[in-house]
């Protein structure tokens, strides 16, 4: 999905995995949480983060 991959360019400059196994990096369990961060923001972030995606 297109969504993941630019959230993933992103991310990976400062040194965060999507799925990695470090305390810092992010565990997606929702594959609509790419859409959202990326249309949304930070509140799209905050708000996935609170309904577990």
């Known amino acids: 999905m297109i ?3 630019i959230t993933k360019a992103i991310l990976s400059p400062i040194d965060v995995e ?7 990096d992010i565990q ?3 594959p ?3 859409r959202r961060v990326l249309l949304e923001g930070a ?3 905050g708000e996935s983060y609170m309904e577990g995606m």
Request: no cysteine; glycine share 16%.
């Open 3 to 5: 969504y993941s991959k």
């Open 18 to 24: 999507i799925g990695g196994n470090r305390p810092w």
């Open 28 to 30: 997606v369990h929702d």
């Open 32 to 34: 609509r949480f790419y």
């Open 43 to 45: 509140l799209g972030l």
